[in-house]
């Protein structure tokens, strides 16, 4: 699909796509069954890095699932995608129904540049989601392992999230636990 502007919404990933089938699955801590992978999410699924064409395969309907989205465009959404793919720290992956070109699932990971830790990165975790029509095929168990072993992987000294107590239980499979500091916010819209 063409943009007015002339701009294709196409089939360029956010990132290397190697950098997810790399991952040392062997070092994940949790363990899935049937056991699905990076490489083998499940049948007629595939995760990948997001594209621009994932606009029109419901990468927002299932963003919507967690919170509100906005009516984005086309143009709004390319733009912040070639922002995000130009720092380089972004890590935007879905996972795609194949048969029915739709997207399912999605998980980000942002790298944080720091001046401490002799200028290391932090990882975090962020909207992490997975489509209520494909509940129960650990995709998000999926999702956040690879994440996590990418931000490893990526030389982050640490990773955080931020979830409903309800979740907690969840996160903590893969190694996250509560810190000592609190989470603060200061919203300027709902
Ligand atoms: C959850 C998400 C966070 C997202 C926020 C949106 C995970 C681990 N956490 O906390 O990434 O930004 O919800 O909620 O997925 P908001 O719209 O109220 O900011």
Redesign the pocket.
Known sequence: MYLPCGMLLDETPLFEPSLLQELDWSSNTVSFSPPISVSNPGEGLVLRPLCMADFNRGFFKVLSQ???TGDVTPEQFSKKFEHMKKTGDYYVVVVEDTNLGQIVAT??LITEHKFIHSCAKRGR?????VSDVCRGKQLGKLLVSALTLLSKKLNCYKIT????PK?VAF?QKFGYGASDETYMQCRFS?
């Open positions: 967690l919170t509100q998980a980000t975790v962020e909207e992490v989601v999230l931020e979830c409903a979740n996160y709902d």
